[in-house]
């Protein structure tokens, strides 16, 4: 039987391409496999490593290998494609994969257990039924102001705009249905929201790290829970490297000695970053306010000279590397001294 050292493993809906090499990176055997043959061929041949770019359906199946003694290495898809030959195709990415998870530097990611991507369902299932209520209440704005019907932005104007456009006799009855229609799933997926959230509170009470996590002012169940269930501290070497796994960094294009960074590079996982964006947003909105706690003297300093968006992307890159230093270590939050107990100790010294 041959051994293989490293098999290359290039997933589809049906049909698999596999590319495997020896020890010394020579190709041994390139083969496309339909689904109902893959465990098959991998029983038949001893544990090897096998690499897979983490994309759908990589975790079942990484699971499914490690079963029979293989080692899987998921790999991001953004660190394949320099490996990429210049056509592509299934035979090409699949080698493409196998020589990635060769390199030394290369990082991978860990396989999740299925309780943990049942976990991580839920938050994804919540965020996807915000977004659907967020699109049908900007629908139902934008054909009530063909009816000449204004609406503020927000959940919270929903009732007064459907009492209004009920109210107004000059809209047509059909109008009114269909708003009125608009109105019923924008409620129905409130109260499927509402479900939901009592069940992540609940996950949130039961895990330890989102409950340490939530100290973080900025940081509440959602961002919590989903730091501790996505994100794996030890894969990287420091928050820095978080931070920039999420696009917190700006991006950079030095060169000849110069030092060249642009704008934030916006990799890695969107909704995490955005998630921290948002909660950086919020401490911002409540450190404006007189006498706020959260006016910490860096942050005071930050928005005196820069815009609220740019410091939301600041704040945020520092509460990335607070959670990689708060999961690592399990040590709690130390909330900084706020710019008036600054301000305080200097009179008093």
């Excluded at 083969?31 to 001893?46: C, I, M, P, T, W």
Aim: positive net charge; hydrophobic residues 45%.
């Amino acid at each position: 039987m041959t051994q293989f050292s490293r098999i290359g493993l290039d997933t589809s809906k049906a049909l698999f391409t596999l590319h495997c090499v020896d020890a010394a990176g020579k190709p041994l055997l390139r083969v496309n496999l339909r689904r109902s043959q893959l465990l098959g061929f991998f029983k038949r041949h001893a544990p090897t490593v096998v690499a897979m770019e983490a994309c759908g359906g990589s975790h079942h199946w990484a699971r499914k290998l490690m079963a029979l003694g293989h080692e899987v290495r998921l790999i991001p898809p953004q660190y394949v494609k320099p490996y990429l030959k210049r056509g592509k195709n299934d035979r090409n990415d699949a080698e493409a994969i196998c020589e990635a998870a060769g390199r030394p530097g290369m990082r991978f990611v860990p396989v999740k257990s299925e309780e943990q991507q049942a976990e991580a369902m839920v938050l994804k299932v919540r965020a996807t039924l915000v977004e659907q209520r967020t699109q049908l209440i900007n629908a139902m704005r934008g054909h009530a102001a063909e009816f000449g019907v204004i609406s503020g932005r927000g959940t919270g104007k929903v009732t007064a705009l459907l009492a209004a456009i009920a109210a107004d006799t000059a809209i047509p009855p059909a109008a009114q249905e269909m708003l009125a229609l608009l109105g019923e799933q924008i409620a129905h997926l409130d109260c499927r929201i509402k479900a939901l959230e009592v069940k992540l509170d609940a996950m949130h009470k039961a895990n330890a790290t989102s409950q340490l996590l939530a100290t973080v002012p900025g940081i509440g169940p959602i961002i919590g829970l989903s730091f501790a269930i996505d994100v794996d501290p030890a894969a990287f070497t420091s928050g820095r490297h978080l931070a920039a796994w999420l696009g917190l960094t700006p991006r950079e294009h030095s060169t000849a000695g110069r030092q060249r960074m642009g704008g934030i590079s916006r990799a890695g996982n969107e909704r995490l970053r955005a998630l921290l964006v948002n909660g950086a947003t919020s401490v911002i909105r409540a450190a404006e306010r007189a006498g706020s706690k959260l006016a910490t003297e860096w942050l005071v300093k930050l928005l005196a000279r820069r815009p609220r968006k740019v410091a939301a992307v600041a704040l945020a890159n520092k509460m990335a590397r607070m959670i990689w230093a708060m999961m690592t270590t399990g040590e709690a939050y130390r909330r900084p001294v706020t710019l008036a107990a600054a301000r305080l100790a200097a009179v008093v010294s």
